[in-house]
């Protein structure tokens, strides 16, 4: 599938910075941004059924650029001086820069697009902040179906304004992820936000019982259960035990599979060779 509005946006686009654009193309068609001294681009991570090696989405991380893909995560500058505006308009960049890189690669079109929304921009963004970015993508001639816009953690007093970001982004027809701190968070974030999937740090994977209930209660649902920053197979051997035990599919994303990268050939998804990675050693 291709875009004709994406495809009219890129060839317009110059292969160097310049003063009336914030984005450029590199020669391999790469975008690229540019943030205050900072030149910006994208890296993908799929979210895998690791059984199977099949891919169900893929997770884009700013970057700062690098010829192999290793570039240096920038949402720390969010942390530091940036104002609430600056927040706003390096997110709005972040996001263009993934939805170009991403949807210019044919081999990407049949995955779901998860991108993050930093803590920063919870209390910063206005009341319709999911509008503008819609508006971008229908503009682009992209699917914002096709697009899950993923919540960060958050603290108890926190919820009215998980729920409120929350509600924005599916009035503009988005689809949402969360991030709990352990599986009981999860439970709660089921109730309070009724996401459409959710993503749990496998490093506080502690309780066992809570993590049963959550991969029951989320597959009731219909509500993808996601273990994210999978990186051992002794991890991924607990995750499958669980699964089994609650007789609920796996999704996992982390280094035992993928490292993030600009992009991934189609074929890095075999079966055999997925489900057996790590698992030997």
């Known amino acids: 599938m291709t875009f004709p509005a994406l495809q009219q946006y890129l060839s317009r ?6 003063a009336d654009s914030s984005l450029w193309l590199d020669q391999q068609g790469r975008a690229h941004g540019r943030y205050f001294n900072s030149t910006l681009t994208s ?10 090696g099949g891919i169900i989405g893929v997770q884009g991380f700013m970057r700062s650029y690098s010829k192999n893909d290793t570039g240096l995560s920038i949402w720390k500058l969010l942390d530091t001086g940036a104002t609430d505006e600056q927040s706003i308009e390096l997110d709005r960049l972040c996001r263009l820069l993934h939805a170009v890189n991403f949807y210019r690669q044919p081999e990407m079109v049949d995955y779901d697009l998860y991108l993050s929304v930093h803590a920063r921009l919870l209390a910063a963004v ?19 179906k096709k697009i899950v816009l993923q ?5 108890p007093d926190q919820a009215w304004l998980l729920n409120y ?8 027809g988005f689809r949402l992820a969360v991030n709990a701190a352990n599986a009981r968070q999860g439970l709660d974030l089921l109730e309070q936000v009724q996401p459409d999937v959710i993503k749990v740090d496998v490093r506080e994977i502690t309780d066992e019982a809570a993590t049963l209930d959550l991969l029951s209660v989320a597959g009731e649902k219909n509500v993808k259960l996601v273990f994210k ?11 499958r035990k669980l699964g089994a035990q609650a007789q609920q599919t796996i999704l996992a994303q982390g280094y035992l599979w993928d ?9 890095a998804s075999e079966p055999e060779a997925i489900a057996t990675a790590g698992l030997e050693s």
């Open 229 to 239: 920053r999978v990186e051992s197979s002794q991890i991924y051997d607990k995750l």
């Open 165 to 172: 970001v929350a509600d924005n982004y599916r009035r503009n």
């Open 259 to 267: 490292q993030p990268k600009a992009s991934f050939a189609q074929d």
């Open 43 to 52: 890296a993908f991570q799929p979210i895998r059924t690791p059984e199977s």
């Open 151 to 155: 919540l960060p953690l958050i603290q």
């Open 126 to 144: 206005d009341s319709n902040h999911g509008m503008s970015f819609r508006r971008i993508l229908d503009v682009l001639g992209l699917p914002h």
């Open 13 to 18: 686009l110059h292969a160097a910075p310049q």
